[in-house]
């Protein structure tokens, strides 16, 4: 109003402006406070399937105490390891692409806040000429050269009335807050999958050299053949079974360096690099990494607070569930304020003396405004919009069922790797045993064979019996870390590290910066579904 009053002091004009500006404030104010209503369903968190226990907890190595597992891949006490996931957290490709998501869903949650106000704003000039022809302006008895020239504003605000646009936020939020948890669930995916990766390594490096350290063992009994071979103490088939004992083992170390160059190049992947250079970083020395001694598995119902997927499976829900408001308020009328406020002026050769012209735009005579609300409701739709709630349902539906569905799947990965942790430790007690006798066997056989009393048949039974039990030994060793890298994984560990940390490095963020105006959505501290609650009816669960 003092605007108006400014331009215009001391006019009636300004004054009738003025006291409907108000009436119009005063009837906007009503409109916003009536609208407290939202049509669609509030959401309520569907039923999660799980057990009380584990089925697999009685064993002594198992705990049920709580634990974070923020950092889980440190109780391995391998330095390489804890550098591997280091650099793959700040170098995975993967991971910044779910890191720019984020910046997306803040940019749509930007755009969801903006409808709650007037959607329709805009500045308008223009200027306009027209004119005839001189022998065609006489022949209807006048000059038609004419111009107009304005300045204005127009507006329209489509009010809230049934909770489409506050709804509208409602998924706005929850679908960032699913990014966020997607981030989280790509995070505990990456750092399980560096160590499962490493284990692979070093699994392979050592069957490698349990093969090799069997070739020097069986290339001496060869020799040992040939020697009683040429002393005629022994026939050649002595030489050629020891020959095909010793070629079949030397054919095993080209199949596991092949998967050792393949896990290497897997590597390179997960950590952003070239597989030239994954050779450095894994240089140390190359056993399998010692399993703790037990782990802290929890009770069943702590795998919906912990478990980034279980979260964003909830919160896609939500988010659908607001969908059904957005769509249903289709359903209803429309209530539109609508208002424009200008500046006219034209001018012709037949302008009087005091009349309007392009000089006069400024003035208050010049002056011109429209405004009211408006109504509108799509009444014959032919079924089109019950229909497209009756989508929306359908597809909450079917989140709901997917909830239900991942949460089985998270406590079947508990189990399934809690029961392979345990079985193969077992296992490897065994395949110790296995190896310590075979060993002897090996021994006792040659000593036989040298001084006549076993035939070389024994020898080749007791070599071939030792190379398989440390190979599965080995392998087994390399079974049981990777089982317990499964089960931090199933128990929702790791992602805890970008606790504090922004989604999108520096680097990337100056990138963006200087093409696009980002606002302070590039420097906004980081949230988690824990930390932020989301707009109005709900919140977000206490996870």
Known sequence: MKILSRFFPNTSFSRQLSSKLRLLSLFVIGAVLSGCAMVGPDFTSPTA?????????????????????????????????????????????????????????????????????????????????????????????????????????????????WGKFRRGLQAADASLLASIADYDSFLVSLTAEVARTYILIRTLEERIEVAQANVIIQRRSLEIAEVRFDGGLVTELDVQQARNLLANTQAIIPTFQASLRQAENGLAILLGIPPQHVDQLISGPEVIPDVPVSVAIGMPAELLRRRPDVRQAELLAITQSSLIGVAKADLYPHFTLIGSVGLRASASPLTRIGDSDHGDLFDSDSVEYFGGPAIGWDIFNYGRIKNQVRVQDARLQQLLVNYQNIVLRAAREVEDSLAGLVNDRQQLIFLQQAVDASQRSVELANLQYREGLVDFQRVLDTQRGLSSAQDRSTETRGSVALNMVGVYKALGGGWQIRTGQDFVSAKTRDQMAERTDWGGILTDSPTSPAEKPVNDSWRAPDW
């Not at 779910?98 to 500045?123: F, H, K, M, W």
């Open 49 to 161: 399937p799980l057990s009380d226990s584990w089925a697999t907890e009685a064993d002594d190595s198992l705990r049920t105490t709580s634990e974070q597992h923020a950092d889980w891949w440190r109780s391995f006490e391998d330095p390489v390891l804890n550098s591997l996931i280091d650099q793959a957290y700040q170098q995975n490709l993967d991971l910044q692409i779910a890191g720019l998501r984020i910046l997306e869903a803040r940019a749509q949650l930007g755009i969801a806040t903006g409808n709650l106000y007037p959607q329709q704003q805009s500045l308008t000039a223009g200027f306009g000429a027209a004119g005839a022809s001189k022998h065609g302006a006489n022949t209807i008895g006048g000059d038609l050269n004419f111009s107009e020239s304005s300045v204005g504003f127009d507006a329209a605000w489509e009010l809230d009335f």
